[in-house]
């Protein structure tokens, strides 16, 4: 069984004032039963006082994106070793943001994937198809398409999780029906077996996009729903709370 992750991505957000906000959570989350993993991916900037921050506490923190090289002429960017360094267990690759700002395609994404993996990151692999696609109802040829281009070879369940994250629903309010998120994500269950063995049906997927407390139950009550990659409810531990003990009962 794939194990259940409440992770949150705090993109641009966030001065080191806001790092109490992980005192409030490590306090609301330590007597939740069953507790799932907990994750935070905050800026680069507050990413290694987070990693102190949170130290004891259960709670993992993550980098947004890093470079395919380990070092370089590269202004700007960050490696998965640097991440590493700061503390990071985890980084998040391939989110539609980078892909649509920053003209990122799958093979850059999967070779993000690997150097994750070279620096001992978990990669968590965002894959979601745009309004446009959705209405001309090809939502599964382009998750299909992302899985097999963005996935490398080597996908495993302790390397990897896959976030479905429907371009539409982030930050919009909007979320696809229990129905359309189940399709889903049987289909990349169906997918990542067919293309990386029996061992990737426990490979981790989250849904994301409009996560709050008030749908987080429903969401997380769909099969195939191991969690949730959370954006704007997770930059308060008031609003992501009750998504982790959602997570927690589901």
Sequence with gaps: MARKIAAG???MNGLKADLAEIDSLAAAIADIESRPEVLICPPFTLLPL?????AGTGIA???????PEPSGAHTGDIAAEMLADAGASHVILGHSERRSDH????????????????AELVAIICVG????????G???????????GSVPQGARPENTVIAYEPVWAIGTGRTPTTAEIAEVHAFMRERLVAAHGAAAADIPLLYGGSVKPGNAAEIFAVADVDGGLVGGASLRAADFVPIVAALAAS
């Design 138 to 148: 090809r939502t599964l040829e382009v998750i299909g398409r992302q899985l097999a």
């Design 50 to 54: 987070m990693h102190e921050r949170a």
């Design 103 to 118: 003209a990122e395609d799958d093979a850059l994404v999967a070779a993000k994937a690997r150097a994750a993996w070279r």
């Design 129 to 136: 198809e745009s309004e446009a696609e959705r209405d001309a």
């Design 9 to 11: 991505n705090w993109k």
């Design 61 to 67: 923190v993550g980098g947004q994106d890093c470079h």
